[in-house]
């Protein structure tokens, strides 16, 4: 479990994120989801430690991440993978070389070992024999499952996606949602989707913390979420046609 408490931060004079805590369970997929410039990314480097929060802290599974010791920081930032808005692979590396990146940086496993976690999380993102592969070659789906597998290969137990469907046509976003969300449930890890796309909320929503301009003004699941009386909430999700419908048919 991640643990979040209290956790502010401002840029220059600009109040981003303001006295948020929330709670990210194992076993779960769960999502940050708000409208655009409300401080979902600036959350989750947060969390990751790409930017140090003014106030407040992070804990991993009981361990203070925030203002730790390096040492500390440097075991658990290896049990994180993360999946980049576009997938972010090197262009300069074949499929192959991209995956076990984070192998060769972070472990001294001998190569044949590498390669068969490698060929492992290619299989298990659907995308056994691309190994040679260059990212130029591969569709922006292809390339998100890539992106999944580079998260994985370390045994990660934190797995962070920023926007994974960002790019994707709505049939390849559900796939890649529910690959996401079935991994989650298969390693039993932590994982963290900032979205904010109302599907990825009905497919893969276990736990749901929305933001507002830089507060947390409530949190639930898929189910609960339509019986929310939060009326930013209620806006954020009934902004499109589809979901009026829905709910219309929902009485
Ligand atoms: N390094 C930075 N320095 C100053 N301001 C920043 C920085 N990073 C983000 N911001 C500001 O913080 C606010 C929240 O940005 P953030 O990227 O977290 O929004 P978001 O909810 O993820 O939006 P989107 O869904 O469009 O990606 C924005 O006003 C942005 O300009």
């Keep these: 479990m991640i643990e979040v408490n209290r956790l502010s931060k401002s840029f220059d004079d600009k109040n981003i994120l303001n006295d948020i805590s929330a709670q990210f369970y194992q076993g779960k997929t769960n999502l940050i989801i ?26 991993f599974d009981g361990r203070k991440f925030t203002r730790a010791d390096e040492n500390v920081k440097a075991d658990i930032r290896r049990e994180i993978g993360m999946l980049f ?17 984070p192998l060769d940086v972070l472990t001294d496993m001998p190569k044949g070992e590498k390669l068969d976690r490698v060929n492992h999380c290619l299989e298990r993102v659907g995308m056994a024999g691309i190994n040679t592969k260059m990212p ?45 969300h079935d991994i989650t449930e298969e390693l039993n890890i932590t994982t963290i989707v900032v979205t904010h796309d109302m599907n990825s909320v009905m497919e893969i929503g276990d736990s749901i913390v929305f933001l507002y301009k830089g507060k947390k003004l409530w949190e639930g699941n898929n189910d609960s979420i339509f019986d929310s009386d939060c009326e930013e909430l209620q806006d954020f999700i009934f902004a499109n046609k589809l979901m009026r419908a829905v709910k219309k048919n929902r009485g």
């Design 85 to 101: 808005q576009g997938g972010a692979l090197f262009d300069s590396k074949n499929v192959e070389q991209n995956i076990m990146f």
């Design 136 to 180: 130029s070659e591969i569709s922006g789906g292809m390339k998100k499952r890539v992106g999944i597998a580079r998260a994985i290969v370390n045994d990660s137990k934190y797995l962070f996606c920023d926007e994974p469907n960002s790019g994707l046509d709505p049939q390849t976003s559900i796939r890649i949602d529910n690959l996401i």
């Design 34 to 59: 708000g409208s655009s410039g409300t401080g979902k990314s600036v959350f989750l480097k947060n969390i990751v430690g790409l930017i140090e929060p003014d106030e407040g802290e992070v804990l």
